[in-house]
């Protein structure tokens, strides 16, 4: 099943809970990317870097220049042999379908969260295009 997006362009208004792309859980993964295509590895490393994201808070990984990385989660280096970007997606889309009690946010998800900043009340945190831009890096990690 194809994945489907409303097209968002830089400044556009927020996502509302309504317009998430649809997507398709087959096993352990989201199959389809989001947005309809893969995304772009230069741009998801960004993200991964990027504070707002959160993702280095958290994970450490293969990222000599950036300092004060965390310790609290899997180390991202090699993430490309461990899960595939179908397993990747999903845990950037909902980690919570596979630990209930993570600590990880649920990326792409607006319903049903608690403990939500107001900012992203019935929202999800990142885009469509981002989650597939982080897949897309994080499948390139590989020992």
């Given at each position: 099943?194809?994945?489907?997006?409303?097209?968002?362009?830089?400044?556009?208004s927020?996502?509302?809970?309504?317009e998430?792309?649809?997507?398709?859980i087959?096993?352990?993964?989201?199959?389809?990317?989001?947005?309809?295509?893969?995304?772009?590895?230069v741009?998801?490393?960004?993200?991964?870097?990027?504070?707002?994201?959160?993702?280095i808070?958290?994970?450490?990984?293969?990222f000599?220049?950036?300092?004060?990385?965390g310790?609290?989660a899997?180390?991202?280096?090699?993430?490309?042999?461990?899960w595939?970007?179908?397993?990747?997606?999903?845990?950037?889309?909902?980690?919570?379908?596979?630990?209930?009690?993570?600590?990880?946010?649920?990326?792409?998800?607006?319903?049903?969260?608690?403990?939500?900043?107001?900012?992203?009340?019935?929202k999800?945190i990142?885009?469509?295009?981002?989650?597939?831009d982080?897949?897309?890096f994080?499948?390139?990690l590989?020992d």
């Open positions: 099943m194809a994945a489907f997006i409303v097209a968002s362009l830089p400044f556009a927020p996502i509302k809970a309504d998430l792309a649809a997507y398709k087959t096993g352990d993964g989201i199959a389809e990317p989001l947005t309809g295509s893969p995304g772009d590895a741009r998801g490393r960004a993200l991964v870097l990027a504070r707002t994201t959160t993702c808070l958290c994970h450490s990984g293969p000599p220049e950036t300092r004060f990385q310790d609290l899997p180390d991202l280096a090699g993430a490309g042999n461990r595939t970007a179908s397993q990747l997606r999903l845990r950037l889309v909902d980690a919570s379908r596979f630990n209930a009690e993570t600590i990880m946010p649920s990326y792409y998800r607006a319903d049903g969260l608690v403990r939500v900043g107001r900012n992203f009340a019935g999800p990142l885009s469509a295009a981002e989650i597939e982080i897949v897309a994080l499948a390139t590989r």
